[in-house]
C-alpha cells in the first residue's frame, strides 16, 4: 500500500522498522504485534500529512535456517520461499499492514550491499581474523557467555541450556573474523547520555547502559562451520554472521549504495521496533556498526514486551505460539488490531487471554462504541429520515463534547503518535466516545421527540423540541465523524464503514485525507448528510461464530 497524502519530495521520511523475522516457522501473536504497532504508527503520521516509510521484511540466512530447511527435505531458499509466499506476506495482507517494502535478506539488492559494507569495514581496518570458542545457540544464531546458561534438568540434566529457548547450547570453535566492538563502548554510553531517548523504555535502557558499561568484547561477523549466507568478500569460506547481514536491511532497503536520494530522504530509521530479546542487537552492535561505517544513528529504538501465555513468553519453541487468524476469525481484523495495543503498554510484558479479548470487545467496541454509531443512526433514520438535520445553538452540553473531542485529539495524537503509548492514545479517543454516550444518556433524545413529534404537544414546544433533537444527533453525529477519523490507523476498515455510514465522502473527501490536525475541528459534518444505518461495526460475538 502506498502512502497517502505524503510525497513530499525532499524531506526525510518518518522511517519505521520492524525486526526483519526469522522465517524457520509461521508467524505468531509476537510477530504481528509489533507489525501491527508499527503499521499503527505509520497510518497515525501519514494521516498526519507527513512523508512516511514503513519497512518490514524476513531473516532467511544461518544456521538454523539450513537445518530447519534440511529437516523439511528441501533447500533452505525453497523453505524460505515458501513460507515467505505462503504465511508471512499472506498474514500481513490479512491484517491489513501498509508496509512501503518488504525486504528479504536473500534478495540480491540486500547481499550485494552487505558484502560492500563488510568489505568497507575491513578496508577500514575494523576487521580482523582471530579464533574463538564458546556455547552456541542456534536458535538464538548467538554466542552465549556461560554466566546466562541455565542448568539443565530431566531430560537435559548435566547440561547448560539457553535462557530464552531452554534448549541445550552447542560448544563451537571456529577460525573468525571479528569487528572491534570493544572500542565503541564509550562512544556508545556518551551517545546513550546526549540522547536518552535513542532506547525506551528506560527499563530497556539501563539495563543496555549496564551492560555497556561493564565492557564489551570483540565480535565474531563470520561463520566457517556452514555456508547458507553472505558469503565473506575476500574469503569465501566464510559466510557473515546472520545479525550483521540482517541489521544492515535497515539501510540496504532504503537505497544504501544504490540509490543515493532515497537513502539521503529515509535513512536513519525514526524508530526502529524491536522485541526486548533483541534489544541487544539494535542498541549496542547496529549503532556500533554505523559509527565504525561513518553513518547516522537511528533517533529511537523502541523495545517491546513479550507477550505471555500462561506465564511463558509466546513463542513456537515454547508451544505457546498462537495464530493471529484464530482470533481474527472470532473476533474479526480491526479488533485484532485494537486489542493488543489497547490491553498492553507497549515496552511492557503483557498476557493474553481470549477471556480479557472477549471482555474488552463486548464493553469497549460492540457497546461503547458500534453501539453507538448503530443508535446515532438508528435516531436520525427514525425522526429525520435519514437525512442529518441542522443543529441549533450549541449550549454548555454540547460544549462539554466539543471541548472533549479537542482534548482527545490533543492527547491522543501526543500519546500515540509522539511517545508510542498505543493504549494511551487509544484510551483518549474512548474516554470520548463514553463522553458521548453520556451525553445520549443525559440528553435523551428519545425522550425529546415524543414532544417534538407528539400530535398534542403546543407548535412552539413542538418546534422547540425538534431542534433540540436535531442539535443532539448533531453532536452525536458530528463525534462520530471525528472517531472515524482518529481511529483508522487502528481500526481502517470499521473506521471506513462508519464514514460511508455517516454520508461523509462525497462532503468531505476519502477518510485517509482527513488530516488529524483538522479531526477536532468542529462542525465538519454538513447537515443534510444522508446517515444510513448499516450492519454492526462491531457484531455481539455470539453473531460472529
Sequence with gaps: MAATGSEQAGTKAYYVSTPI??????????????????????????????????????????????????????????????????????????????????????????????????????????????????????????????????????????????????????????????????????????????????????????????????????LSISRSTFDWGVKIPWDDKHVIYVWIDALLNYATAVGYGSDQKKFEETFPADVHLVGKDILRFHAVIWPAMLMANG?????????????????????????????????????????????????????????????????RYTSELANDYGNLASRVAAMVGKYFDGTLPEPAAQGEAEQAITDGLARAVREADEKLGEHLDFAGGIAAVFDFIKQVNGYLTEQAPWKVAKTAFAEAADAADSAEAQARLATILYTAAE?????????NAVMPESSAKLWESLGAEPALGALADQ??????RWGQLPAGTTITKGAALFPRLEETK
Design 21 to 218: 523475522y526469522y522465517v524457520n516457522d509461521a508467524p505468531h501473536l509476537g510477530h504481528a504485534y509489533t507489525t501491527v504497532a508499527g503499521d499503527v504508527l505509520t497510518r497515525w503520521h501519514r494521516q498526519r500529512g507527513e512523508k512516511v516509510w514503513y519497512l518490514t521484511g524476513t531473516d532467511e540466512h544461518g544456521q538454523k535456517i539450513m537445518r530447519t530447511a534440511e529437516a523439511n527435505g528441501v533447500s533452505p531458499l525453497e523453505w524460505c520461499d515458501r513460507l515467505v509466499e505462503e504465511s508471512w506476506k499472506p498474514l500481513w495482507e490479512h491484517l491489513q499492514i501498509a508496509n512501503d517494502d518488504f525486504i528479504r535478506t536473500t534478495e540480491k539488492r540486500h547481499t550485494d550491499r552487505v558484502r560492500e559494507f563488510v568489505q568497507d569495514l575491513h578496508d577500514r581496518g575494523e576487521i580482523y581474523q582471530g579464533g574463538y570458542e564458546g556455547p552456541y545457540c542456534v536458535p538464538c544464531e548467538e554466542y552465549k557467555t556461560y554466566g546466562e546458561l541455565l542448568d539443565g534438568e530431566g531430560e537435559y540434566e548435566g547440561l547448560k541450556l539457553c535462557p530464552i529457548h531452554k534448549k541445550p547450547v552447542e560448544m563451537l570453535k571456529e577460525e573468525n573474523y571479528f569487528f572491534k566492538l570493544s572500542a565503541y563502548g564509550e562512544r556508545l554510553l556518551a551517545h546513550y547520555e546526549a540522547h536518552p531517548e535513542f532506547i525506551q523504555p528506560e527499563s530497556a535502557r539501563n539495563e543496555v547502559v549496564q551492560f555497556v558499561r561493564q565492557g564489551l568484547e570483540d
Design 515 to 520: 488530516p488529524l490536525a483538522e479531526a477536532g
Design 295 to 359: 553513518l547516522p544513528l537511528p533517533k529511537r529504538i523502541a523495545a517491546n514486551g513479550w507477550l505471555m501465555v500462561g506465564g511463558e513468553k509466546m513463542s513456537k519453541s515454547n508451544l505457546t505460539g498462537i495464530s493471529p487468524h484464530e482470533l481474527t476469525d472470532h473476533f474479526g481484523v480491526d479488533a485484532y488490531r485494537w486489542y493488543f495495543l489497547r490491553a498492553i503498554a507497549f515496552g511492557q510484558d503483557g498476557s493474553f487471554s481470549w477471556e480479557d479479548f472477549s471482555a
Design 479 to 487: 463525534s462520530l465523524r471525528a472517531c472515524a477519523v482518529l481511529l
